[in-house]
């Protein structure tokens, strides 16, 4: 086998190919590319011939388009901006709880820490909702109270009355004391939120005393709002700051360097601002309460309109007004549950030791809620929750 296939081999070395007939070589082409493979082959060839013949008669459809090349840098953060006086009077009505549901709720929030008061109650951190129960409205007399007031330039004004009679202790809470040491609250910076200013008046307890921001909206309303669940309530008077003008209250600061006349003006609008109210507050203030003339002038006008003033601890050695108080802790300097309950904790011991004490805090909710569950169970640790103006002075009494 092989040696014949040698020889043929042999035979036809160096001969000439042998010529085909055109017609047979057309025929075995078509033949091949009629073949499913080779077709789809030779599609694909024709196409890519095609581009390639398109540009290069053409040209790139874009070569005649103007371009630009241009260095794209990320800005740096902007720093945090520190808040001025009157954007922390009113944080939250700037937004610091515009995030809260109807309920009060912020969906967003998990984790929070959460801790057991000694009645077994819970109360979550600060970014949950109220949800200590409403409590039942023990009203008291709608404002404002005939004799009372007076026109004023920018709203009615308080005044002793031609029978005695004072706002400091007609729109107070009545208060019976049984024997048991007192504790106090007030909770502040009420009326610029209406998800925890609506919380804080029916979620406390009557007992617990609540301050208005004077540039609240619908700041009556409110008031009124309070008084018919019970509590007595009080305004917030802005005071220069250290730092100001860049820590700035707002319009109507009463500045340690003004006049008597410029006090007065200013407190006309904000002692008009709303009727029913025993007390004023201070918000800031430790740049005014250096001033001698500047708190003179102050406690002058209170006294003057059967006001009393409780200042939140800075200023318990200026004497003046009708009545006088001061807060002995302010219990939520740290918003967290186990703070604030650390604080209302020392606030009893103090008033065990002593008799009584006064506390103050801001409506945060975490707050809110934490007051209202501690407040729940001082009956049962041998306390008495009293209004704050049960714990005022008459000066010289």
């Known amino acids: 086998?092989?040696?014949?296939?040698?020889?043929?081999?042999?035979?036809?070395?160096?001969?000439?190919?042998?010529?085909?007939?055109?017609?047979?070589?057309?025929?075995?082409?078509v033949r091949v590319a009629k073949k499913p493979p080779v077709a789809v082959a030779g599609a694909g060839v024709l196409l890519l011939g095609a581009a390639a013949l398109f540009v290069t008669v053409l040209g790139d459809p874009r070569a005649g388009a103007p371009s630009a090349r241009v260095a794209l840098n990320r800005p740096a953060a902007a720093p945090a901006v520190v808040p001025t006086g009157l954007e922390a009077?009113?944080?939250?009505?700037?937004?610091?709880?515009?995030?809260?549901?109807?309920?009060?709720?912020?969906?967003?929030?998990?984790?929070?820490?959460?801790?057991?008061l000694p009645d077994g109650a819970t109360v979550s951190g600060a970014g949950a909702p109220v949800t200590a129960p409403r409590v039942a409205a023990r009203?008291?007399?709608?404002?404002?109270?005939?004799?009372?007031?007076?026109?004023g330039p920018d709203g009615p004004l308080p005044r002793?009355?031609?029978?005695?009679?004072?706002?400091?202790?007609a729109y107070a809470r009545p208060f019976v004391a049984n024997g048991n040491p007192r504790v106090a609250l007030i909770v502040g910076g009420l009326g610029l939120n209406a998800v925890t200013t609506r919380a804080a008046i029916e979620r406390l307890p009557a007992e617990v005393t609540l301050s208005f921001v004077p540039y609240a909206e619908g700041l009556q309303g409110w008031i009124d709002l309070a008084r018919a669940q019970g509590h007595e309530v009080m305004l917030e008077m802005p005071m220069e700051p250290s730092g100001y003008p860049a820590n700035d209250p707002g319009p109507y600061t009463l500045l340690a360097n003004a006049d008597a006349a410029d006090i007065q003006a200013k407190m006309n609008w904000l002692l008009g601002r709303a009727t029913g109210y025993f007390g004023v507050t201070n918000y800031l203030g430790?740049?005014?309460m250096t001033s001698d003339a500047g708190m003179t002038a102050f406690m002058t006008v209170l006294r003057q309109r059967g006001v009393a003033f409780l200042d939140d601890g800075s200023m318990s050695r200026r004497p003046g007004a009708w009545a006088r108080a001061s807060a002995?802790?302010?219990?939520?300097?740290?918003?967290?549950?186990?703070?604030i309950m650390g604080q209302l904790t020392a606030l009893e011991a103090l008033a065990k030791a002593r008799g009584q004490a006064l506390g103050t805090g801001f409506s945060y909710p975490v707050t809110v809620e934490a007051?209202?569950?501690?407040?729940?169970?001082?009956?049962?640790?041998?306390?008495q929750l009293a209004p704050a103006s049960a714990l005022a002075n008459r000066p010289g009494r």
């Open 160 to 169: 002793i009355a031609a029978d005695g009679r004072v706002p400091a202790q």
């Open 371 to 383: 007051t209202a569950r501690w407040t729940a169970g001082l009956e049962a640790r041998g306390l």
């Open 89 to 116: 009077f009113s944080l939250d009505g700037s937004g610091l709880y515009q995030d809260l549901t109807a309920d009060g709720a912020d969906p967003t929030l998990t984790g929070e820490a959460v801790i057991t």
């Open 286 to 288: 430790d740049q005014f």
């Open 139 to 151: 009203p008291l007399p709608q404002a404002p109270i005939a004799g009372l007031s007076q026109p």
């Open 328 to 339: 002995n802790r302010i219990v939520d300097q740290q918003q967290s549950p186990t703070a």
């Open 1 to 29: 086998m092989f040696a014949k296939r040698q020889s043929v081999l042999a035979a036809t070395a160096g001969a000439p190919p042998a010529r085909r007939p055109m017609g047979e070589t057309l025929d075995r082409l």
